[in-house]
């Protein structure tokens, strides 16, 4: 954990810090990425996990659309661009040693590729596994394909 984190523990709240020493103690991987979970900012339901890079965070931060890091595309993901299924940012915060990241959004229709509200849908149960939401739209829909 950085010193700046150990500080930040010991602050009082509605303290405010400058944020460029916190963004260069943010704790990338080993490939420059960090996770981000994705929350509803009003229901508090998880959406999804993806990864961000510096640009990506620094781009959702400064616009204020969602902007993640495709891994298999190697290339940011602005989220929505393809589906219009776009999440505006409401709120960001870092976890308490700054290797993890909660988004609150604004989540426009269905989060996952699948044509779920969320990501989050494959129940794991003592003996099965329980699908638990149905799409909200046909994923072929989705990304225009038939």
Not at 72 to 99: I, N, V, Y
Not at 123 to 145: H, S, V
């Amino acid at each position: 954990m950085s010193d700046i984190f150990k500080a930040l523990e010991r602050a009082p709240a509605d303290s405010q810090h400058d944020l460029t020493p916190v963004l260069e103690s943010i704790g990338f991987n080993d490939d420059g990425l960090i996770p981000a979970i994705a929350q509803q900012h009003d229901s508090g339901e998880v959406l999804m996990m993806a990864w961000m890079n510096r640009e990506a965070l620094m781009e959702t931060l400064r616009t204020g659309r969602v902007c993640y890091w495709s891994r298999s595309r190697g290339k940011l993901w602005r989220k929505g661009e393809s589906s219009g299924q776009q999440q505006h940012l409401r709120g960001a915060a870092l976890d308490c040693d700054g290797d993890t990241l909660l988004l609150q959004v604004d989540q426009t229709g269905p989060a996952c590729h699948s044509g779920r509200r969320s990501c989050f849908y494959v129940a794991l149960e003592t003996e099965t596994a329980r699908i638990t939401t149905a799409p909200l739209i046909d994923p072929a829909t989705l990304y225009g394909k038939s």
